[in-house]
Structures are given as structure tokens and as C-alpha cells.
T-cell receptor
Framework: AAGVIQSPRHLIKEKRETATLKCYPIPRHDTVYWYQQGPGQDPQFLISFYEKMQSDKGSIPDRFSAQQFSDYHSELNMSSLELGDSALYFC?????????????FGPGTRLTVT | GNSVTQMEGPVTLSEEAFLTINCTYT??????LFWYVQYPGEGLQLLLK?????DKGSNKGFEATYRKETTSFHLEKGSVQVSDSAVYFC???????????FGKGTMLLVSP
């Protein structure tokens, strides 16, 4: 079965640079969520989109922005990167329009800021 | 607000031992509850879920029962294997279709 695809899997950036993370949800899923997991931490919700509209917002810094495109893929844009942004970034997708809402997670993008 | 509390790890067990990982939650209304598992270097995999009180989720020998009276969703397995070594996250979705709030995770280490 198709899963959530994230790219790139690994990314190394320097402080103050920008990064773009991409997420391709499971086909026919209408909702995308972004989570950030710091080293040894639990995942923290950043932002979500339902049918290309922002549906919920968590602890996303103002330096970050995201959007969901017409083909339902999503991109997380991160600017003025800081050392503390080093983390594993997960994308998850779900089909809210159905009867089962569980979120399926991608493998994550490991971002290292040096 | 919503929160999930898990027992701290690591939990160290011998193969074929009985496993319990405690999870309690705080939420308004009737959240959906989940257990996710994260193997080293990998993403989060949904292990099991329960959407209403007294529901029992089960998968791969793991079970958890949604106990509203004790606001708990403890994970159990009768006989663990070395391959079960991973970090286990308890999570809740307050509305059943929204964002997840995770516990801090419990690392399980199973030795032969």
C-alpha cells in the first residue's frame, strides 16, 4: 500500500539559511499534518491543512510557513534557521472525510542546522 | 488543555516477559486514543487505537483498553520479543479528527 512520502530524508543547513521540506500524502487523503520531534522528545504539532486550507495551528514559529497544493502535497518552508530547529520533521496524512481518522506518518526528514 | 502522561523508560525486559506501559490522559470530551511505535531511525507507525470508552484496540499481540473512569489506555503484551524493542508513544486526538497530542514516549528494550 502507498505510504506518506517525505523528501528529502536528510538535510543539512547552516544557521540563517532556508529549507523546504516536502510531503506527499497517501492518495485520496485530504488532510496533512506537520510535526516536529526534537532529539529524545515527543512529536509536537506544528500545522495542518484540510482540503488545501489551514485547519489548525500549533507551536509553529513565525519563521516557518506551510501550504498544501492542488495535488494535496504540502511544503514546509523554514527561514532564518537556528540551531534549535535541528529535529526530525514528520508529515502525516489522514482521510477526514471517511469514517476512520487515524493519521499515517511518513518516515520523516532529519534536519541538521550547523 | 490536553495532555498525555506515560511511564518513564527505559523498560527493560527479557524475551517472553509480560509488558505493561502505563498511559493516562487529560482531555475534555471523548478523545480518541492511540499507541504509536517508533523503531530506531524510523517514523511513527500506528500500533492500535480506540475511539470510545471500553473499546479494546489490539494488533500484533499488543492490547490497550480505553478506560474513561481512570482516564487510562495502558499498553500490554503477554510475551515480548527482541523485535519489539522500540519507543512507544501514547497519543490522543481530542476531536477524533484533529491533531495528536503525544506522551513523552517509553523506550522498551527486550533482551534475548
Amino acid at each position: 500500500a502507498a505510504g506518506v512520502i517525505q523528501s528529502p530524508r536528510h538535510l543539512i543547513k547552516e544557521k540563517r539559511e532556508t529549507a523546504t521540506l516536502k510531503c506527499y500524502p497517501i492518495p485520496r487523503h485530504d488532510t496533512v499534518y506537520w510535526y516536529q520531534q526534537g532529539p529524545g522528545q515527543d512529536p509536537q504539532f506544528l500545522i495542518s491543512f484540510y482540503e488545501k486550507m489551514q485547519s489548525d495551528k500549533g507551536s509553529i514559529p513565525d519563521r516557518f510557513s506551510a501550504q498544501q497544493f492542488s495535488d494535496y502535497h504540502s511544503e514546509l518552508n523554514m527561514s532564518s534557521l537556528e540551531l534549535g530547529d535541528s529535529a526530525l520533521y514528520f508529515c502525516a496524512s489522514s482521510f477526514v472525510g471517511g469514517s476512520s481518522y487515524e493519521q499515517y506518518f511518513g518516515p520523516g526528514t532529519r534536519l541538521t542546522v550547523t | 488543555g490536553n495532555s498525555v502522561t506515560q511511564m518513564e523508560g527505559p523498560v527493560t525486559l527479557s524475551e517472553e516477559a509480560f509488558l505493561t506501559i502505563n498511559c493516562t490522559y487529560t482531555a475534555t470530551g471523548y478523545p480518541s486514543l492511540f499507541w504509536y511505535v517508533q523503531y530506531p531511525g524510523e517514523g511513527l507507525q500506528l500500533l492500535l487505537k480506540a475511539t470510545k470508552a471500553d473499546d479494546k484496540g489490539s494488533n500484533k499481540g499488543f492490547e490497550a483498553t480505553y478506560r474513561k473512569e481512570t482516564t487510562s489506555f495502558h499498553l500490554e503484551k503477554g510475551s515480548v520479543q527482541v523485535s519489539d524493542s522500540a519507543v512507544y508513544f501514547c497519543a490522543l486526538d481530542p476531536r477524533g479528527y484533529s491533531t495528536l497530542t503525544f506522551g513523552k514516549g517509553t523506550m522498551l528494550l527486550v533482551s534475548p
